[in-house]
């Protein structure tokens, strides 16, 4: 029996702290996501898998950040710093993918295919 609208947004309401901990394990999620395909990578290209690599516990920080109880920093400062951090992880996977050696053609991307 799905309860009415009204009685499950009490139930969030009621503890916001379910959120945050949500919110924590999915950036823990994206941090070991990270992390593997970091190690994948390292495989063909060693720079580029250490960049993933390193970037694995900044984002597992920053995850920490997001998700701290509200404490002395104001949440916009917060949300800020979020924002730069995850501006500066975007351009520099771009400048990971422009930079680095890449197949010349679909052909050598994918050998099998006739």
Sequence with gaps: MVPPSGEREDRD?????LARERTRLAWARTAIAFAAVG???????PVAGLIVLAITPVVWGLG???????????????LLL?????????ALAVAVALLSHGPASLRELLPHVR
């Design 13 to 17: 309401d009621a503890d916001p702290g």
């Design 64 to 78: 920490r950040v997001v998700t701290r109880e509200e404490g002395h920093e104001p949440r916009a400062r917060r």
């Design 82 to 90: 979020v924002t730069v951090i995850v501006t500066g992880v975007a």
């Design 39 to 45: 190690a994948a990578i390292l495989r063909r290209q």
